[in-house]
Protein backbone atom coordinates (compact mmCIF):
# COMPACT_ATOMS: atom_id res chain seq x y z
CA UNK A 1 0.00 0.00 0.00
CA UNK A 2 2.79 2.35 0.59
CA UNK A 3 4.19 1.91 -2.57
CA UNK A 4 1.27 2.77 -4.32
CA UNK A 5 0.61 5.80 -2.12
CA UNK A 6 4.27 6.82 -2.79
CA UNK A 7 4.12 6.00 -6.56
CA UNK A 8 0.77 8.50 -6.72
CA UNK A 9 2.07 11.25 -4.76
CA UNK A 10 5.24 11.33 -7.55
CA UNK A 11 2.69 11.02 -10.46
CA UNK A 12 1.94 13.96 -12.34
CA UNK A 13 -1.15 12.41 -13.66
CA UNK A 14 -2.07 11.96 -10.28
CA UNK A 15 -3.51 15.32 -8.68
CA UNK A 16 -4.67 14.05 -5.10
CA UNK A 17 -2.43 16.30 -2.56
CA UNK A 18 -1.13 18.46 -5.29
CA UNK A 19 -1.97 22.16 -5.61
CA UNK A 20 -2.53 24.36 -9.02
CA UNK A 21 -0.68 27.68 -8.87
CA UNK A 22 -1.35 30.00 -11.88
CA UNK A 23 1.99 31.82 -12.18
CA UNK A 24 1.96 35.57 -11.49
CA UNK A 25 4.12 38.34 -12.56
CA UNK A 26 7.09 38.48 -10.60
CA UNK A 27 7.05 34.91 -9.63
CA UNK A 28 10.59 32.82 -9.63
CA UNK A 29 10.94 29.07 -9.59
CA UNK A 30 12.49 29.66 -6.27
CA UNK A 31 9.71 31.99 -5.04
CA UNK A 32 7.04 30.01 -5.85
CA UNK A 33 8.32 26.52 -4.17
CA UNK A 34 9.52 28.57 -0.79
CA UNK A 35 6.02 29.94 -0.88
CA UNK A 36 4.27 26.69 -1.35
CA UNK A 37 6.58 24.67 0.79
CA UNK A 38 8.01 22.70 -1.94
CA UNK A 39 11.16 22.44 -3.81
CA UNK A 40 12.60 23.09 -7.29
CA UNK A 41 13.20 19.58 -7.45
CA UNK A 42 9.61 18.40 -7.43
CA UNK A 43 8.17 21.34 -9.24
CA UNK A 44 10.28 19.95 -12.21
CA UNK A 45 8.84 16.69 -11.37
CA UNK A 46 5.64 17.21 -11.39
CA UNK A 47 5.53 19.64 -14.11
CA UNK A 48 8.06 17.46 -17.02
CA UNK A 49 10.48 20.73 -16.89
CA UNK A 50 13.93 19.93 -17.98
CA UNK A 51 15.53 23.23 -17.06
CA UNK A 52 13.75 26.32 -15.25
CA UNK A 53 13.96 28.82 -18.14
CA UNK A 54 10.53 30.45 -19.33
CA UNK A 55 8.26 31.18 -16.39
CA UNK A 56 4.87 32.59 -18.10
CA UNK A 57 2.72 34.83 -16.16
CA UNK A 58 -0.98 33.12 -15.86
CA UNK A 59 1.29 29.40 -16.93
CA UNK A 60 -0.20 26.44 -14.79
CA UNK A 61 1.78 25.06 -12.66
CA UNK A 62 1.12 22.10 -10.08
CA UNK A 63 2.90 21.98 -7.00
CA UNK A 64 2.85 19.17 -4.08
CA UNK A 65 3.31 20.88 -0.54
CA UNK A 66 6.42 18.99 0.92
CA UNK A 67 4.96 18.47 4.83
CA UNK A 68 6.25 15.01 5.47
CA UNK A 69 7.65 13.71 8.33
CA UNK A 70 10.79 11.27 8.55
CA UNK A 71 11.14 8.07 10.99
CA UNK A 72 14.34 7.07 11.04
CA UNK A 73 15.09 3.72 13.02
CA UNK A 74 18.55 2.18 13.17
CA UNK A 75 18.33 -0.40 15.02
CA UNK A 76 15.15 -2.02 12.14
CA UNK A 77 17.21 -0.35 9.72
CA UNK A 78 14.50 1.87 7.89
CA UNK A 79 13.51 5.17 7.14
CA UNK A 80 10.31 5.79 6.78
CA UNK A 81 8.08 8.67 4.96
CA UNK A 82 4.82 9.42 6.53
CA UNK A 83 2.04 11.96 5.64
CA UNK A 84 0.44 12.72 8.80
CA UNK A 85 -0.75 9.68 10.21
CA UNK A 86 -0.43 7.95 6.32
CA UNK A 87 2.98 5.70 5.76
CA UNK A 88 4.08 6.66 2.43
CA UNK A 89 7.56 4.49 2.09
CA UNK A 90 10.01 2.91 3.95
CA UNK A 91 13.94 2.98 2.76
CA UNK A 92 15.96 0.45 3.53
CA UNK A 93 19.08 1.87 5.92
CA UNK A 94 22.41 -0.01 3.96
CA UNK A 95 24.52 1.50 6.42
CA UNK A 96 24.75 3.16 9.91
CA UNK A 97 27.92 5.38 10.40
CA UNK A 98 28.34 6.66 13.66
CA UNK A 99 30.73 6.35 16.66
CA UNK A 100 28.61 4.78 19.25
CA UNK A 101 25.14 4.45 19.71
CA UNK A 102 22.96 6.97 17.93
CA UNK A 103 20.56 9.20 20.66
CA UNK A 104 16.65 9.64 20.12
CA UNK A 105 15.87 12.78 19.12
CA UNK A 106 13.71 15.09 17.26
CA UNK A 107 14.65 17.19 14.95
CA UNK A 108 14.22 18.51 11.16
CA UNK A 109 16.02 18.56 7.90
CA UNK A 110 18.34 21.27 8.02
CA UNK A 111 19.57 21.61 4.29
CA UNK A 112 19.86 19.67 1.77
CA UNK A 113 23.06 19.65 -0.75
CA UNK A 114 23.58 18.67 -4.38
CA UNK A 115 27.71 18.44 -5.67
CA UNK A 116 29.41 16.77 -8.44
CA UNK A 117 33.30 17.50 -8.23
CA UNK A 118 33.16 19.68 -5.23
CA UNK A 119 30.64 21.64 -6.92
CA UNK A 120 27.34 22.27 -5.51
CA UNK A 121 24.35 22.38 -7.58
CA UNK A 122 20.78 23.32 -8.18
CA UNK A 123 17.92 21.62 -9.74
CA UNK A 124 18.36 21.89 -13.63
CA UNK A 125 22.10 22.58 -13.55
CA UNK A 126 24.05 20.08 -15.85
CA UNK A 127 25.00 17.17 -13.47
CA UNK A 128 22.68 17.56 -11.04
CA UNK A 129 21.33 14.02 -11.58
CA UNK A 130 24.42 12.27 -10.88
CA UNK A 131 25.22 14.23 -8.42
CA UNK A 132 26.16 13.42 -4.96
CA UNK A 133 22.80 14.15 -2.49
CA UNK A 134 23.16 14.45 1.15
CA UNK A 135 20.58 15.64 3.87
CA UNK A 136 21.59 16.58 6.52
CA UNK A 137 19.26 16.91 9.95
CA UNK A 138 18.94 20.01 12.74
CA UNK A 139 21.02 19.11 16.14
CA UNK A 140 22.28 16.29 15.17
CA UNK A 141 25.47 16.29 12.86
CA UNK A 142 23.69 13.42 10.88
CA UNK A 143 22.80 12.87 7.46
CA UNK A 144 20.75 10.90 5.11
CA UNK A 145 23.22 10.07 2.17
CA UNK A 146 23.14 7.65 -0.55
CA UNK A 147 25.87 4.51 -0.09
CA UNK A 148 28.94 5.09 -2.46
CA UNK A 149 29.40 2.56 -5.17
CA UNK A 150 32.77 0.51 -3.97
CA UNK A 151 34.71 2.69 -6.94
CA UNK A 152 33.94 6.21 -5.22
CA UNK A 153 35.18 5.34 -2.09
CA UNK A 154 36.11 8.27 0.34
CA UNK A 155 35.73 8.87 3.95
CA UNK A 156 32.11 8.08 5.02
CA UNK A 157 30.49 10.49 6.22
CA UNK A 158 28.19 10.47 10.21
CA UNK A 159 24.55 8.96 9.47
CA UNK A 160 22.69 6.77 7.57
CA UNK A 161 23.33 5.16 3.93
CA UNK A 162 20.28 4.73 1.89
CA UNK A 163 20.79 2.45 -2.06
CA UNK A 164 21.32 5.79 -4.41
CA UNK A 165 17.47 4.89 -6.29
CA UNK A 166 16.26 5.64 -2.66
CA UNK A 167 18.30 8.60 -1.58
CA UNK A 168 16.95 9.63 -5.29
CA UNK A 169 13.15 9.26 -3.91
CA UNK A 170 13.62 10.69 -0.69
CA UNK A 171 15.26 14.00 -2.24
CA UNK A 172 12.60 14.61 -4.41
CA UNK A 173 10.07 14.38 -1.58
CA UNK A 174 12.25 16.08 1.58
CA UNK A 175 12.47 20.13 2.18
CA UNK A 176 14.59 22.09 5.09
CA UNK A 177 11.82 22.00 7.37
CA UNK A 178 10.48 18.40 7.42
CA UNK A 179 9.94 16.61 10.94
CA UNK A 180 12.39 13.82 11.81
CA UNK A 181 12.13 11.71 14.53
CA UNK A 182 15.69 9.12 15.36
CA UNK A 183 13.65 6.27 17.07
CA UNK A 184 15.32 3.30 19.19
CA UNK A 185 13.23 0.52 20.32
CA UNK A 186 11.84 0.95 24.00
CA UNK A 187 13.49 -1.65 26.15
Known sequence: LGEMNFDDLLSADHK?????????????????????????????????????GGLQPHEELWVLPLNFRLLVEPKSNSISLWDGGNFLKEFPVVRVEHAGPVAPVHTTVDSKIASFESKRLQPGMKGFRESDKSISLAKTGLQIRAMPSEAGGGAMQKGFYIAPEDMEELWLVTRPGNEVEIRLPAH
Open 16 to 52: EGKKSYIVQKGDSFMGIALKQQTTLDCLMHLNGLMDL
